[in-house]
């Protein structure tokens, strides 16, 4: 039974909705995203984030980008330890609310920059008939007695997870072909662990009996902040042709419990949630490359690498409630590869496509039930349309299909595979306002 809340550390990552941006980090930012994710080398308000030392390209003036992206996403888990009753457990994560705001004043070769989005988490999962791990806590302890035919309980488990992050910044034109930026992000981080497993009961011979499984129950938060220095180069050689540059450093965030109830009891005797202890938690420095290419005053195309340094940071990752080095759990850093192109109809109407490819490099050990990392295609269309030259509106919808991945272990004498999938939905809407 133990076993069954050990695990619940790990649901910080399961909060996680992102589908690109590695482990740990969100790069959907922007309506422009969703449909077209490419945009590392982006001129435009959402270069805030992406592409920052291209602010100094926009028109002098005050720019503003207000977004919103609804993400709907199911997730599938089969596991085959043969005492549980099912072994197919379904779940969903939804985040109606995923906002991006985006905010600069350019003035002859200076840009002044705000930003504020989800940088991590943004979500919580939902597993109405719980998680194998859940299940197998009960059914081995009772199912391999003779004497018991069949158990219920009740089980409740919520938990979510959202970093919050506010940017500033100053790009500085150094000439017709050079940009510079600097600046730095806050990061708000806070997760939260509520639920409850109770009234296990056993059938044997017709008859229900309390089960000597006691109840357990938890009630958590942890928070903390950090700072993300970031530093960004764009490149315009000429007319057609921009590289963007940015490079995110490593945030070193740790998280402080702030414990109401805590029946989470380790083989030390302490919980899981000891009120005031910290742990890490840490999101990776991030490298992005991007391209853009005006091929005709019509069409443009766009292509990016995003490069996540994972094994430099601190997950705070545990296996049974035991802390494990990246060595143990990350083989790989995590990559993006992204694809996209704009196609101008009108001088009003543009509509747009594009292709991102993620790769995680985690190890069959990182994964569990409430914590895995899966590689992703995804594709995302949209458009743009300008109401006049101070408005625009982006609508995007973009799709995720998930690499099946899977892991064995042993569950007591029994050897048990587990395989994890994942599909996706992304709708944006974003207005961008340009004074």
């Not at 600046?183 to 009996?209: C, F, K, P, Q």
């Amino acid at each position: 039974m133990r076993k069954f809340f050990v695990l619940l550390v790990a649901v910080s990552f399961a909060a996680n909705i992102a589908y690109s941006g590695g482990i740990m980090t969100n790069t959907n930012q922007s309506a422009s995203y969703i449909r077209m994710p490419a945009r590392d080398a982006s001129l435009g308000i959402d270069a805030v984030y992406y592409n920052p030392a291209g602010l100094t390209r926009l028109a002098d003036g005050f720019h503003l980008s207000l977004n919103n992206q609804a993400i709907i996403q199911n997730r599938s888990i089969k596991n085959d330890f043969p005492f549980n009753k099912q072994s197919e457990f379904k779940g969903s994560v939804t985040a109606p609310l995923f906002p991006g705001v985006y905010a600069a004043y350019k003035t002859g070769k200076l840009a002044f920059s705000f930003g504020f989005n989800p940088v991590g988490g943004g979500g919580g999962a939902v597993y109405e008939d719980g998680l194998p791990s859940f299940e197998a806590a009960i059914s081995s302890q009772l199912m391999p007695n003779p004497l018991v035919d069949d158990y219920r309980h009740l089980v409740y488990f919520e938990g979510s997870s959202i970093f919050f992050g506010g940017q500033l910044g100053l790009s500085y034109e150094i000439n017709d072909v050079f940009s510079l930026f600097g600046g730095a992000r806050y990061v708000l981080a806070t997760n939260s662990y509520e639920g409850y497993l109770r009234d296990v009961e056993m059938e044997i011979a017709g008859n229900w009996l309390a089960s000597p499984i006691p109840d357990i129950e938890v009630d958590a938060v942890q928070k903390g902040n950090a700072i993300t220095p970031i530093i960004g180069l764009s490149i315009k050689p000429n007319d057609q042709f921009n590289i963007g540059i940015k490079y995110e450093f490593l945030t070193k965030l740790e998280l402080e419990n702030e414990t109401a109830i805590d029946g989470t009891v380790l083989l030390d005797g302490t919980g899981m949630f000891p009120d005031g202890a910290k742990t890490r938690s840490d999101m990776p420095s991030m490298l992005s490359v991007g391209a853009g290419y005006q091929a005709t005053p019509q069409l443009n195309l766009s292509a990016g690498v995003h490069y996540y340094f994972d094994k430099l940071a601190d997950y705070g990752k545990r296996i049974g409630g035991i802390p494990v080095s990246n060595e143990d759990i990350i083989d790989k850093n995590f990559i993006e590869l992204a694809f996209g192109l704009e196609y101008s109809i009108t001088n009003s109407l543009l509509v747009s496509g594009g292709y991102l490819r993620t790769r995680t490099g985690v190890k069959e050990e990182y994964h569990s039930d409430l914590s895995h990392s899966l590689s992703t295609n995804n594709f995302g269309v949209g458009g743009r349309y300008a109401i006049n030259e101070m408005i625009a509106v982006n609508l995007g919808f973009l799709m995720s299909f998930y690499d099946e991945d899977s892991r064995s272990f042993n569950l007591g004498p029994v050897s048990v595979n587990e395989t994890y999938n994942r599909d996706n939905m992304v709708f944006a809407v974003g207005l961008d306002f340009s004074f």
